[in-house]
């Protein structure tokens, strides 16, 4: 599983059968990985499929009802206040002091920390700079982005190993979230651990490895590029005129294997390798689609993602 | 760090624009308004006069009455028909009736008959008024049985005249009695309600999980919510003695100290109640809505308006359960009697065993909570 191409000395965290349960609904199930050193490591799935249940179990702050985690060497439930000190955490949700300053959040931050922003002012400075002109306004009155960014300082002004992000990009503006990465992409550079959970799948050709979760399970875990290799079958983009039209004929059709609407073209694959592009134009001209643009392409983290996890599909 | 998290406490409450103002507002009204807007002392009851005799003595009667400053004349009806109509327009409390001759008996039988007919819808306004106007009654018969001794040489009735003393409260003032009660609701609120809104405005906004992962340890946390409250109840309690000194002239007959003591153990004791229901809240309507429900029970069964005494057996029992209560009493015992440590051996007893109680309870609860 683990890949040679990157630096990896020393597991940071480690997961092994972790099971959780919420009443009768089960969050999180047999869940088992291992995040190295110094890799961005993306957990990708959709809402409800165990991402913060995960990140919280990992973080302290929630109980596993089986299965064991070390993060940094230490164990979640027993060395729980030496994991503090080491990690970084951001909920999905802006949990600051809202009727703090900037300033102030940020001092409280390092304070409970026994650190002062001076200490480690290296690591927030590219954040920090944007964040500067609004130091005395309260965190309450900043905007989504900013509100983020301030976040992230205050999740790593303790000089955390390892980081721990849970869906930090949601509701973040497409140019904000750019940023969000290149600034991962930096912490990285400095050494530090980054585990980030998004439904985005887009993001996740961004990480060096991601796990695929969908229902509390791992599906998968690999890098990006691994994950899009595995794929399957050959995979072709259709788009025509009448997009609605053509989705139904296409499901409609035997031969098709799968059809999922990607924005401006369907992403279709075939039960067989023998049946070709060429057979698809003739099948889609005789349910009267003309203009038919028919590409084969190269499958995203998305198209992966849903090819492992539709149902009755092992592949 | 204990430090550090209560200037940050105190910074963000004094940053509220709205709670500061509050927390002083609070006592003042409670203390100054409350006492006179919840006096159990009836006054100005409407009497509808049925006077069937227009004679001297009964125009002296009528001129006794309005004078005692409790009743109000609201009409003269020229029979009783006619007056059951006011109580019924709930124009009047209360009708007298001076049945013709009433004067002729006085003087020729030394005894006349009255009749008193109250609207009992009111059930407080009822009783008092008929049991005062019964007094002034009667203390009209003394003076016209001894006015006639003089006159006619007639045998003095023998008679027996109850004077009471009130101990503690000689002139039975209500403020004396209430202004103390009300002091420990000023400190279950500010000191029991106030911190557990706090932890579950933290939780519900999602910084207590961001504080979870910090080094901060819990009982740190924690206290650090609860000592903020604490100094301020200690205010407030301070402005209370200061008000109550001011504006009723009521000191505390007792040391001032064992107030402090006690308040102190009060408090601990209902923070740790706060506490536990800041545990079992997740959202501020669900800790507001229990807030609400024990506190309104607590003070109904606490002796706070009503004594408990005079409670049905079922309610008494459950006022032990009542930490309110106690604390109750010995501001009442320490204000009125004077009452020193060792009296209060009993409600020290309770206190600190509701304080270690709820404690242990908010200690356990949370651990099974998360």
């Known amino acids: 599983m683990a890949e040679s191409k990157y630096q990896m000395n020393r597991i940071m965290v480690q997961g092994h059968n972790i099971f959780r349960k919420y009443g009768k609904v089960q969050a999180l199930s047999d869940i088992s990985f291992e995040v190295m050193e110094g890799e961005i490591f993306g957990v990708i799935g959709p809402d409800g499929a165990g991402k913060t249940t995960l990140f919280r179990i990992l973080t302290t702050l929630l109980l596993a009802d089986q299965g064991q985690a070390m993060v940094n060497g230490f164990d979640v439930v027993e060395d729980y206040t030496s994991i503090r000190k080491k990690i970084g955490y951001m909920p999905g949700k802006f949990s600051l002091y809202q009727d703090l300053t900037v300033q102030e959040n940020l001092d409280f931050f390092a304070t409970v920390f026994n650190t002062t922003i001076e200490e480690n002012y290296h690591l927030i400075r590219d954040i920090y700079v944007q964040l500067e002109p609004f130091k005395s306004r309260r965190a309450g009155a900043l905007s989504g982005g900013m509100k983020q960014k301030l976040a992230l300082c205050c999740a790593l002004i303790h000089k955390p190993e390892i980081l721990f992000l849970d869906e930090p990009t949601t509701g973040v503006d497409p140019v904000s979230r750019r940023e969000f990465w290149e600034m991962l992409g930096k912490l990285k550079a400095q050494g530090i651990t980054i585990i980030v959970s998004t439904p985005y799948m887009d993001e996740a050709e961004k990480c060096d490895r991601i796990a695929l979760i969908q229902g509390g399970s791992f599906i998968q875990i690999d890098t990006p590029e691994n994950i899009k290799d595995g794929y399957a079958n050959p995979l072709y983009a259709v788009s025509s005129e009448s997009m609605y039209a053509l989705l139904k004929d296409l499901r409609s059709c035997e031969r098709v294997k799968s059809c999922y609407p990607f924005g401006d073209a369907h992403h279709v694959t075939f039960f067989d390798d023998s049946f070709t592009s060429e057979d698809l134009e003739k099948f889609l001209q005789s349910k009267g689609h003309n203009d038919n643009n028919i590409s084969k392409i190269r499958p995203t983290i998305e198209d992966c993602f849903m090819n492992l996890s539709s149902p009755g599909d092992a592949s | ?370």
């Not at chain 2, 006179?36 to 009836?42: D, I, P, T």
């Not at chain 2, 045998?155 to 403020?175: E, H, K, W």
């Not at chain 2, 500010?190 to 207590?208: D, H, Q, R, S, Y």
């Open chain 2, 1 to 370: 760090m204990l430090k550090y998290l209560i200037e940050k406490e105190f910074r963000q409450l004094l940053r509220n624009p709205f709670l500061p103002r509050l927390i002083l507002m609070f006592p003042l009204m409670v203390l100054l308004f409350l006492p006179l807007a919840a006096n159990f002392e009836v006054k100005n009851i409407n009497m509808t006069l049925v006077d069937n005799d227009h004679s001297s003595y009964s125009r002296q009667l009528r001129q006794k009455i309005l004078s005692s400053g409790y009743f109000r004349l609201t009409e003269i009806s020229s029979n009783y028909s006619q007056a059951l109509k006011t109580i019924e327009s709930d124009k009047a409390d209360l009708i007298l009736e001076i049945p013709p001759g009433f004067e002729e008996d006085l003087i020729r039988e030394q005894t006349a008959q009255l009749m008193i007919s109250v609207n009992a819808v009111n059930g407080t306004k009822g009783a008092f008024g008929s049991s005062y106007l019964s007094r002034i009654i009667n203390d009209f018969n003394m003076s016209i049985i001894t006015e006639l001794a003089l006159i006619k040489d007639i045998r003095m009735v023998p008679s027996f005249q109850i004077i009471s003393q009130y101990r503690f409260n000689p002139y039975l003032r209500y403020p004396v009695f209430m202004v103390p009660a009300l002091m420990v609701m000023l400190l279950t609120m500010i000191c029991g309600f106030l911190p557990a809104l706090n932890i579950v405005g933290e939780k519900e906004k999602g910084t207590m999980e961001q504080m979870n992962v910090t080094p901060v340890k819990k009982p740190t946390l924690i206290l650090s919510k609860l000592i903020p409250y604490w100094i301020i109840g200690f205010i407030v309690l301070t402005l209370s003695f200061g008000i109550s000194r001011i504006f009723y002239d009521l000191k505390p007959a007792g040391n001032i100290f064992t107030i402090y003591l006690f308040a102190f153990i009060f408090i601990l004791a209902i923070s740790g109640f706060g506490l536990v229901i800041s545990n079992y809240a997740n959202t501020l309507q669900q800790a507001m809505f229990m807030m609400f429900f024990f506190v309104i029970t607590f003070i109904f069964m606490s002796g706070l308006y009503t004594p408990v005494r005079s409670m049905p057996e079922w309610a008494q029992i459950l006022s032990i359960f009542v930490p309110l209560k106690y604390m109750i009493e010995v501001l009442r015992m320490v204000y009125l009697k004077g009452s020193g440590f060792a009296d209060l051996m009993v409600e020290l007893f309770f206190l600190v065993g509701f304080a270690v109680f709820f404690n242990l309870w908010a200690v356990v609860s949370y651990k099974k909570v998360n």
